[in-house]
């Protein structure tokens, strides 16, 4: 399987791997959307159709948007739409950095791919209808970790960056 070295995964994960629950983010890290908005700002996101129509507002500024939906007569303002994982592969190949957004689904196709994850790791198992495929940490390498604690939501989190071996 190809690995694309600039196709990133960016998510926040609980320890149970949970991602969502009914189209939604699990909890509400501030520092976190600030730290997403910091590393996409300028480049492409990609993202099902169902995570587009989740945000409270798109398309996110200062970002290329590319959506995959299997409704070809699909069309969001301000988004390129296409069909397919390879579709979306063959729109970023010339992308200094691309960043898979989600869902569970997208993320499950791009994770055999992506050549790095920027993960906020949540120290604390949630109720969720949408995880993360399981990461076998022993194929990536660690390049910057930060430990941090929300006061707001009483639980201790870390923004994690890999890289694929």
């Given at each position: 399987m190809t690995i694309?070295?600039?196709?990133?995964?960016?998510?926040?994960?609980?320890e149970n791997f949970a991602i969502g629950k009914n189209n939604d983010l699990l909890f509400h890290l501030p520092n976190d959307l600030k730290r997403f908005?910091?590393?996409?700002?300028?480049?492409?996101?990609?993202?099902?159709?169902?995570?587009?129509?989740?945000?409270?507002?798109?398309?996110?500024?200062?970002?290329?948007?590319v959506v995959i939906s299997d409704?070809?007569?699909?069309?969001?303002?301000?988004?390129?739409?296409?069909?397919?994982i390879e579709e979306a592969v063959?729109?970023?190949?010339?992308?200094?950095?691309?960043?898979?957004?989600?869902?569970?689904?997208?993320?499950?196709q791009f994770y055999p791919l992506a050549g790095k994850?920027?993960?906020?790791?949540v120290h604390k198992s949630f109720d969720a209808d949408v995880f993360f495929p399981e990461i076998d940490f022993s194929e990536w390498i660690e390049t910057n970790r930060e430990d941090h604690y929300d006061?707001?939501?009483g639980f201790?989190?870390?923004?994690?960056?890999?890289?694929r071996k």
């Open positions: 694309y070295n600039n196709i990133s995964i960016i998510v926040a994960i609980a908005k910091q590393i996409t700002t300028g480049k492409t996101i990609i993202m099902g159709r169902n995570t587009l129509l989740s945000l409270p507002k798109w398309p996110l500024p200062n970002r290329r948007h409704n070809l007569s699909d069309c969001f303002k301000g988004c390129e739409v296409v069909s397919s063959e729109k970023v190949k010339n992308d200094e950095e691309a960043f898979v957004i989600g869902g569970g689904m997208v993320y499950r994850l920027y993960l906020t790791w006061e707001k939501n201790e989190y870390s923004y994690i960056n890999l890289v």
